[in-house]
């Protein structure tokens, strides 16, 4: 069957086995699907950083594991996604799609308003979907230790989580702003087993070099990135993960879309009209959005898909669209993404996942061939949306969550009627109040 044909593999209610013994139900998709096989372009290649040419995978050998190497340039539709992953995703998957009925009448609006809610997972945030995927491959692949870097410490916690529940030790950077103001997410890593460190640090060479130039800096989830790469690449048992920007981390979110497809159709409804998702580096928005994406492409639906960046850190709004590092001491390959440079230190503005100086080449390249739309949102301004649709469903968003809410309550206000606007609920804000007090 050629890739054009592939049906779209729903969601399957199957039974496996876990290691106890215990019959698991699963409502998973089988597949993630993988939007590079219906672009019209494909998606420029990674450089190596030294050649400037395009990688090859001995050149991501010290990195990753051959499996997720393979994800990365895959063009084919579908990938089946591995049962031990399946059953892992079964302990709080499918998320729910949620009808917002009391946000519509607080708004006075005649659309309809549905949320896609990912605080659902063990760690409150979507970024398990990924970390599961990595730890298992690495897993396999007799990898012992992953280090990464976090922000807010949703992808910290979400990897430390998927390491103890497959074996693995991890080891996190975390950047000073959120290790700072955010403790209980590093509480949450430590529990699971896992030593957080504040970044820069004075334990790599990358951190001792910034901090000699910059001994007063908040960080960067750049300079946490050159921390964490620089600790794999000269530990022989570590690799090291990435939490989002990368293809194959933008591959493993599409459980949400396509969760979302199967969700809208036993809703009664054809199609979302317009769809919000909160972008920092893109993981759950390419999650969320992809699949409606590629629906659009094969099937002529016209969903449309908003990106909703913090103006803090606009890098799809003000950026440049050209190759750059992912980190600052410039050990990444070069990516072509949207860019603020990666020297670019953020504010510390309370959506700390949301505070990466570029944006997935995919999501990228999506918004270059107009697949996707962009806007950037004023702290204030999310941050009143996020107290609005607390007080009217319940749910307290998670700052970069509140990004898109607050889109996708201006939108509702003055949208037709019958219209589906679809919100990205990337996770809850309970270990974020202290942001919520300085708001209210």
């Known amino acids: 069957m050629s890739t054009v044909d592939q049906p779209v593999p729903a969601p399957v209610i199957a039974r496996s086995t876990d290691p106890l013994g215990v019959e698991v139900p699963s409502t998973v998709p089988t597949h993630w699907y993988n939007l590079n096989a219906d672009l019209p372009e494909p998606v420029p290649p990674h450089l190596h950083p030294g050649t400037h040419q395009p990688l090859t995978p001995p050149d991501l050998a010290p990195l990753f594991p051959m499996a997720l190497i393979e994800q990365e340039v895959s063009t084919e539709r579908y990938v089946e996604i591995p049962q031990t992953v399946r059953e892992i995703y079964a302990m709080w998957r499918p998320s729910p799609l949620v009808r917002a009925h009391r946000l519509e009448r607080v708004l006075g609006t005649r659309a309809r308003i549905y949320y896609k809610y990912e605080g659902v997972s063990p760690v409150g945030s979507h970024k398990p979907n990924t970390a599961v995927a990595q730890a298992y491959y690495n897993a396999v692949e007799g990898i012992t230790k992953l280090t990464t870097e976090t922000g807010a410490g949703q992808w910290g916690a979400s990897l430390s989580m998927a390491c103890s529940l497959l074996g693995l030790t991890c080891e996190v950077w975390q950047v000073r702003a959120s290790y700072d103001a955010k403790p209980y997410r590093r509480?949450?890593?430590?529990?699971?087993?896992?030593?957080?460190?504040?970044?820069?640090?004075?334990?790599?060479?990358?951190?001792?070099?910034?901090?000699?130039?910059?001994?007063?800096?908040?960080?960067?989830?750049?300079?946490?990135?050159?921390?964490?790469?620089?600790?794999?690449v000269k530990d022989p048992e570590a690799h090291y993960s990435l939490g989002s920007v990368l293809n194959h981390v933008m591959l493993h979110q599409t459980v949400i879309g396509q969760e979302v497809?199967?969700?809208?159709?036993?809703?009664?409804?054809?199609?979302?009209?317009?769809?919000?998702?909160?972008?920092?580096?893109?993981?759950?928005?390419?999650?969320?959005?992809?699949?409606?994406?590629?629906?659009?492409?094969?099937?002529?639906?016209?969903?449309?898909?908003?990106?909703?960046?913090?103006?803090?850190?606009?890098?799809?709004?003000?950026?440049?669209?050209?190759?750059?590092?992912?980190?600052?001491?410039?050990?990444?390959?070069?990516?072509?993404?949207?860019?603020?440079?990666?020297?670019?230190?953020?504010?510390?503005?309370?959506?700390?996942?949301?505070?990466?100086?570029?944006?997935?080449?995919?999501?990228s390249h999506a918004v270059n061939l107009g697949l996707m739309e962009a806007v950037a949102v004023e702290q204030d301004d999310a941050f009143a949306g996020g107290v609005l649709f607390a007080r009217a469903e319940g749910i307290i968003p998670a700052p970069e969550s509140t990004h898109a809410v607050a889109t996708a309550i201006d939108y509702a206000r003055t949208a037709q009627e019958g219209e589906v606007i679809l919100i990205g609920l990337s996770g809850n804000g309970v270990l974020d109040l202290p942001a919520y007090s300085a708001y209210v």
């Open 261 to 363: 497809l199967v969700q809208l159709a036993e809703a009664g409804e054809r199609q979302a009209d317009v769809v919000f998702g909160c972008a920092g580096g893109g993981s759950n928005l390419a999650g969320l959005t992809f699949p409606l994406i590629g629906q659009n492409l094969r099937e002529g639906t016209t969903t449309r898909s908003v990106a909703c960046e913090p103006a803090a850190c606009p890098s799809l709004t003000q950026g440049e669209y050209r190759y750059d590092h992912g980190d600052v001491a410039g050990l990444t390959p070069l990516l072509k993404m949207h860019t603020l440079g990666k020297d670019f230190v953020p504010p510390s503005i309370h959506a700390g996942g949301l505070r990466y100086h570029g944006m997935s080449p995919m999501v």
């Open 187 to 232: 509480f949450q890593m430590e529990t699971y087993g896992s030593v957080c460190h504040p970044s820069p640090s004075d334990l790599t060479e990358a951190g001792r070099a910034i901090l000699a130039e910059m001994p007063d800096t908040t960080g960067s989830l750049g300079m946490a990135i050159s921390e964490a790469v620089e600790a794999a």
